[in-house]
């Protein structure tokens, strides 16, 4: 070894990254006329803008090797800390709980692959959702192809909208039970994913979007907008539609954008205000109400399934139980339920019961 000469223009691979968080920001016309590194810092534009960043994100087994060298280099040659806070992805490992790895192909997934297959933010979600600082993370293939299938509920969502042709998208009075219901749902989705993004929870804060857009937008106010038919509603759910695109920009950017271009007169949402809580719209009652409602329906639907009922059948019931938020919501109970309820004010045979309402269905 003693004839081997080092190559003077190669850095050590932990050294050179060690001066990555500043070296790349440095000018690089001309350099050679500083005389000092002090000089050359002084008169770099993209250092002064750029530096020092406020997070680094990485994973455990490299905190010594690169970040701890980043700290020490910047210090010893800026005098002054990178970045102050860390983060810590977890490891992605196969379905089975193992580290992917490149020696066993057989367990890896090719990222380029399910992106053709699936589309990038169903990977991006597959990644984001379920996962938690440190920890590690089980990826499949199924995983991610059950994004997929949340990527097109949010487009099917917009061309439901789009085809209502709305005069405009102008201030909307909540008028109903639902209104009110979605309107403090999505405000507390607003504070609650803003305050888990801010505290890097970003697992949390993409569920709890997922759960909202699927399991209370889609599957119940979009319904509801159906069952009422109200212009009014149907204003209300446009403009929630477009600030959940804003929410949801971070976490699926590419279908976001796109579906961002038919709502708007050449925006970009990537530039676009993040939405902010209103707290006077956020109505604890409303929600409480509306979960009656919901109990109710599901409890309906799950007897129908049980009996084997046709879907479109309308099914006769009775309901006892002196709960008036039941009475005033009948309209829309009769529609997403598929019945023709009817109050009684005493019943002893029943079919079911929900908390304190006993129900009778013919």
């Not at 810092?41 to 680094?56: R, W, Y």
């Not at 209300?236 to 929410?247: C, G, Q, V």
Request: hydrophobic letters at 40%; a neutral charge.
């Amino acid at each position: 070894f003693r004839s081997w000469i080092q190559d003077e223009d190669t850095l050590d691979t932990w050294f050179s990254s060690a001066l990555w968080t500043w070296s790349t920001l440095l000018e690089r016309n001309n350099y050679e006329k500083f005389k000092t590194l002090e000089e050359w810092a002084e008169n770099s534009k993209d250092l002064k803008i750029f530096h020092p960043t406020s997070v680094m994100e990485t994973m455990h087994d490299i905190l010594f090797f690169w970040v701890a060298r980043m700290i020490m280099m910047t210090l010893y040659g800026l005098n002054e800390i990178p970045f102050k806070t860390v983060y810590l992805h977890g490891m992605v490992c196969d379905k089975h709980g193992k580290k992917m790895s490149k020696s066993q192909p057989e367990n890896c997934i090719e990222p380029i692959e399910v992106v053709e297959k699936y589309g990038t933010d169903a990977l991006r979600l597959s990644m984001i959702i379920g996962n938690s600082a440190g920890n590690k993370l089980n990826l499949s293939e199924q995983k991610i192809a059950s994004f997929r299938n949340f990527a097109n509920k949010l487009w099917n969502i917009g061309r439901f909208i789009q085809m209502q042709k709305l005069k405009s998208d102008g201030q909307t009075k909540p008028l109903s039970l639902a209104d009110k219901w979605i309107l403090s749902r999505f405000n507390n989705l607003i504070k609650q994913v803003t305050d888990d993004i801010g505290h890097y929870r970003f697992g949390l804060a993409g569920e709890k979007l997922y759960n909202f857009t699927w399991h209370e937008l889609a599957d119940w106010y979009l319904e509801a907008v159906k069952t009422q038919s109200d212009e009014n509603s149907f204003k209300l759910l446009n403009d929630i539609y477009k600030k959940l695109l804003k929410l949801l920009h971070p976490f699926t950017p590419f279908v976001t954008e796109k579906i961002f271009e038919y709502f708007s007169d050449d925006k970009i949402l990537m530039i676009e205000k993040w939405p902010e809580a209103d707290e006077k719209k956020i109505n604890n009652q409303a929600e409480q109400d509306f979960e009656l409602v919901k109990e109710l329906v599901t409890a309906i639907r799950s007897w129908r399934k049980e009996n084997k009922k046709e879907p479109k059948e309308i099914l006769k019931i009775k309901i006892a139980g002196g709960d008036k938020v039941i009475e005033a919501q009948k309209e829309i109970i009769n529609k997403l339920a598929k019945v023709d309820m009817s109050i009684a004010t005493n019943l002893t045979d029943k079919n079911l019961a929900v908390k304190n309402l006993v129900i009778k269905i013919n």
